[in-house]
């Protein structure tokens, strides 16, 4: 009796970083985006009305596929939209990685990646980074099932040029190359313009970081329409309607306010600029952030110690408990003011360690 | 070159219902509910600030667990919220149906099911309904990989008695049991009181169509803690955050106004007699409804011609292009005067026919 356990299937699940709603707290660990979505998103919301959830969604989310279409002069066949990047990947993993061959991605990366293997049963190989966290292009040009990696990549925040995702891309015409930018707009060149000439590589991006829309679960792919026939085939085996209304017309909305969403970049990356030149002073190395997060160790002082002591603080960063990255803190980009705060009191500590 | 195509993952997909928006036009075709929102959801949204989306929501969708949770008089892990049932059935099939040996689900039933065993990979028998449409519980009494059925059945309306799902239960023991109760609310009686006694039975549940929030994408399942234990495990292997803040409050609030839902669905079942009644004297057969639609054919008249000449006045209703039911309409019961729309127009036709 009761044998139906037997049948579960078995994972490890991913493990996302913790979301507490404490009153004042410094929230850096999540690489949310420190400004509020566009106030144009904020108007169109008080327009909406709840009598419009009555019906089914545009199952096709024609509005915001097509508001994305136009915003990356692209056309509407090429671009996919998902429940954040997290389900456009899946589905990504789903529909592309059905080799017998191991698909490759960095040892050190967006660690959803292995589990969405095991959850699918894709097998994989993991390539490691160098001294220098950086990924080698050479680890990916050997037969594989497809090849997926972030750019720039997490939790390092070290961005690689254009040309490097082309060789990667080059030479692996045969799978399919999945570059993960859901940092790019924090600096980085989009890998965009390469999906002209290769009709095997997907970008995907989110909302969720320079958008400032973590809350409203919104990702999308860009690539040639037979990649994203494939997904939208996969997805319409999965869940018709996956994009609610507020998805569908505040996504399509915030693209309009190009100024807002310039503004917020600038900012962020100038107060990145600042803190680099800050955590450097304290003694803190790290490599060259291009995203909207510092990847940062200190030689004296351990970072889970440090991770703790600013929690003590109401200051939450990013610590993992993982082989080669376990004394780094991966610390958000937040507003001048928390930084400021952030620093204040790695000053105060690492005086009084001293 | 381009061998990436023989790793796409092969599918058919589910075809929804068309989702037109014509002004004026009478959607009976994907079992909506006519009757907005409760006017709480409407306050609700009204004090909602787009601010919040900067934000990562609760991956938990705690408050909406625990409304729900409350409102069905059982714990918070007992319940597994996801994107619509669509989602929750897709995660059940992926967590649950992991044997080697077939799941059992009728061969007149929900679209869906044979898709998502299709693009899982999960092998899968059908049992027929009788020639009354009844799905007949001793076909499921033999050993299988799991069971799912919707109660009341979809496209049929024909609602089973408890003692029936306990019988399937009851020679079940050793797989997990789906009950899919998408249309419980139009006069059923839920089996969620069995999941007290049996921790392989799930019950899964939606607000598209008795809370008239179809297009705000909220389905939930009730069971054992370990069976959503299970679910989660594996949605967060796939995406940690699939709930937006709207999903999670309003999908809350609108629990709270049980007069306004009870009402609803007053209204519905006594549109669903009146329109029984009419059809009945134009002509019509059916098996007695206990969903928000019905299952009509018409001795004289094919369906299919039915189905073109309704859509041709912007009524429109589904038809099935498939074996066994392709003679049959399947028509949501709307408004008052948008059935007695439909009767109108039906008594024309049929007198003009005849």
């Not at 009598?51 to 969604?57: G, N, Q």
Request: one cysteine or more.
């Amino acid at each position: 009796m009761n044998n139906w356990r037997d049948n579960i299937r078995q994972v490890v699940p991913y493990t996302p970083g913790e979301q507490p709603k404490k009153a004042g707290m410094i929230k850096l660990n999540t690489n949310e985006n420190p400004y509020p979505p566009s106030p144009a998103v904020q108007q169109m919301l008080r327009g909406m009305s709840a009598d419009i959830l009555r019906l089914y969604p545009d199952p096709t989310a024609g509005m915001l596929v097509n508001a994305l279409a136009d915003h990356y002069h692209v056309d509407p066949d090429q671009v996919f939209v998902g429940v954040g990047s997290d389900d456009v990947l899946a589905m990504a993993f789903m529909t592309f990685f059905n080799s017998e061959k191991p698909i490759f991605f960095p040892d050190i990366t967006y660690s959803f990646y292995p589990v969405w293997a095991d959850v699918f049963r894709i097998p994989y190989e993991t390539k490691p980074l160098d001294e220098n966290f950086r990924i080698q292009a050479q680890d990916y040009h050997g037969e594989n099932g497809g090849v997926i990696f972030p750019n720039p990549n997490a939790p390092t925040s070290i961005m690689e040029p254009l040309g490097f995702v082309r060789d990667i891309v080059e030479h692996n015409r045969d799978v399919v190359v999945i570059v993960d930018e859901a940092y790019i707009d924090f600096g980085g060149t989009s890998a965009l313009e390469l999906t002209k000439e290769y009709d095997n590589l997907l970008v995907v991006q989110t909302y969720s970081k320079s958008r400032s829309m973590a809350g409203l679960r919104i990702g999308y792919a860009i690539g040639h329409p037979d990649l994203i026939k494939a997904l939208n085939d996969v997805k319409y085996s999965f869940n018709s309607y996956t994009m609610n209304p507020f998805s569908i017309v505040l996504g399509a909305e915030t693209l309009k306010d190009e100024n807002y969403f310039k503004d917020c970049m600038e900012k962020i990356i100038h107060t990145r600029e600042w803190t680099a030149k800050e955590l450097t002073r304290l003694g803190f190395t790290f490599p060259d952030p291009m995203a909207n997060f510092i990847f940062a160790t200190h030689p004296k002082y351990p970072a889970k110690e440090l991770f703790q002591s600013l929690r003590e603080q109401n200051i939450y960063v990013r610590y993992f408990s993982l082989p080669r990255i376990d004394n780094y803190l991966r610390i958000t980009i937040g507003t001048d003011e928390q930084m400021r705060t952030l620093i204040d009191f790695l000053e105060k500590y690492v005086h009084y360690q001293a």
